[in-house]
């Protein structure tokens, strides 16, 4: 499977505790976006990498939240003393600027996180 | 801010119909790109249809087109002959130039129900 991947599928958490998660973009895609999906509505973009440079950062990213990129390959996106408010799926994104699919984002199954 | 309105929060369509979604979006950026999303139930996000904003000609994907009216900030999308494995989430999602990253800016949805 040459997807998107995303781990863990599914993280409960105790409020306080940080949590990390893990986005894998298809091979050859060299930007990556995070997305935070809460119930009933669309996705909210988080932030976003070209390569191991990231870029652009939304306001809804707080500083407890942290991403990286090392070598511009996989990301993980972390989120230090969660709160119940942090309850909601994360989607992870990737796509390419070359191509017949430049532009067109590749999203994984996300990561649901429920903070107890 | 850039905002994108689905104005129908549910829709119904018997098997074999035509149904269409609306979707209107506000911007002042002319270079940008127009994506049509799919979320089934507990499934991930599937892309149905682009297109882009320079291009004239409505986009069309099998059986899924678009209505794009660039005057008027408008993109329908067009499910002709509904089949049972239409029904889901369906997301109007530009993506604009801004600082370089092409975000997706995701509507709150429509829920499609297929009727056998």
């Known amino acids: 499977d040459t997807g998107v991947s995303q781990d863990p599928r599914h993280k409960i958490t105790k409020r306080g505790q940080n949590v990390t998660f893990r986005c894998d973009p298809i091979?050859?895609?060299?930007?990556l976006y995070w997305y935070r999906q809460t119930l009933g509505q669309g996705p909210e973009f988080l932030t976003y990498?070209?390569?191991?440079?990231?870029?652009?950062k939304s306001r809804l990213l707080s500083d407890r939240f942290s991403a990286e990129r090392p070598k511009g390959s996989f990301s993980t996106l972390e989120i230090q003393r969660t709160e119940q408010g942090d309850s909601a799926m994360y989607l992870c994104a990737s796509s390419t600027r070359q191509g017949p699919l430049y532009n067109e984002q590749f999203f994984g199954p996300g990561t649901r996180l429920t903070v107890l | 801010a850039q905002t994108v309105t689905q104005s129908q929060p549910e829709m119904s369509v018997q098997e074999a119909e035509t149904v269409t979604l609306s979707c209107t979006y506000d911007t002042s950026e002319s270079d940008y790109y127009l994506f049509w999303y799919k979320q089934p139930p507990s499934r991930q996000m599937i892309l149905v249809i682009r297109?882009?904003?320079?291009?004239?000609q409505n986009a069309t994907e099998n059986r899924f087109s678009v209505n794009f009216q660039k005057a008027a900030k408008s993109f329908s999308l067009k499910i002709s002959d509904s089949q049972l494995g239409d029904a889901a989430m369906y997301f109007c999602?530009?993506?604009?130039?801004?600082?370089?990253?092409?975000?997706?800016?995701f509507g709150k949805g429509t829920k499609l129900s297929v009727i056998p």
């Open positions: 297109q882009e904003a320079y291009k004239q």
């Open positions: 990498f070209q390569n191991e440079a990231q870029l652009e």
């Open positions: 999602a530009p993506s604009y130039s801004g600082a370089g990253s092409y975000q997706l800016t």
């Open positions: 091979s050859e895609h060299n930007r």
